[in-house]
């Protein structure tokens, strides 16, 4: 499935939890529904650090409508880093950057690449 939007109600839910883990990362893996983001997976063993955050894949669900991973950046940057370029090729997927002010602007999408996506916000 391709994926072509974000769910306004997963974004509003994603910054929330950005701002309560600030100041450090949150991470969640990512589902979609019909080709739009719109549910966090949460797991298990999760560890959320000041500039770094761990995710234990082995913990995920058998789940093909896993599309891929979520997390924020303290900062007012959501330009991924070298180690998000790496976790993006390593996964697969889209992968969503949000950052302060933790808004329904501050965010930004990524394939595993490094690329940007230009995806939509569903209302």
Known sequence: MMITGVDVDFIDGFND???STYPDEFLCMTREI????????ILPGTVYGDC?????Q???????????SAHSHPGYSNQASEADLDYFR???????????PYDR??????????NVLDLEIVY
């Open 17 to 19: 939890a950005a701002r």
């Open 34 to 41: 019909d080709g739009v983001i719109s549910e966090m997976i």
């Open 52 to 56: 770094h955050s761990f995710l234990n």
């Open 58 to 68: 082995w913990m995920a669900p058998i789940d093909y409508s896993i599309a891929g």
């Open 90 to 100: 390593n996964m697969g997927g889209v992968h969503i950057i949000t950052c302060q």
């Open 105 to 114: 602007r501050s965010w930004k999408a990524y394939d595993s690449e490094g």
